[in-house]
């Protein structure tokens, strides 16, 4: 009698854990949909250093993405960094962020409670030199 090998058993149990591990990562890799406040503040400024303004824009909060529709977004984004200043990229500094347990939105009454907030300064390289 053939003692058969395990090779086939062990190899489909492989590929089936890492595809489990693939598609549990995708849906909850990060925790939740829009990761912490930190890499989403992060992930932000780095799409935008280098110029993926869609990107950037798919992480606003729905009220932000009513006040600029995604093409207009990376249209004067576009014109205005890399076409009048001629920036290709810029280096970002964010500092710790801290808890703000109030934000007023806008002009119309819309607060946020509960909210995180980190002081950004951006360095640019333009044709003006460094600014």
């Known amino acids: 009698m053939r003692r058969r090998s395990p090779f ?5 149990v492989v590929v089936a854990v ?3 591990s693939f598609v549990g990562f995708m849906l909850f890799g990060r925790g939740d949909a829009s990761g912490s406040p930190e890499e989403v ?6 799409f935008e250093s280098t110029g993926d303004f869609g990107n950037a824009w798919e992480l606003f909060h729905p009220e932000m993405k009513k006040k600029f529709s995604k093409s207009n977004y990376i249209q004067t984004k576009n014109h205005v960094f890399m076409g009048h200043m ?3 990229e810029f280096d970002v500094e964010i500092s710790k962020l801290e808890k703000v347990e109030r934000f007023a939105f806008d002009d119309e009454g819309l607060v946020f409670k509960d909210v995180r907030k980190a002081q950004v300064d ?3 390289d333009s044709q003006f030199g460094e600014l």
């Not at 086939?8 to 489909?12: N, R």
């Open 122 to 124: 951006m360095f640019y």
């Open 8 to 12: 086939p058993l062990v190899a489909v």
């Open 18 to 20: 890492l595809f489990l």
């Open 86 to 88: 001629g920036v290709e």
């Open 41 to 46: 503040i992060r992930d932000f400024y780095e």
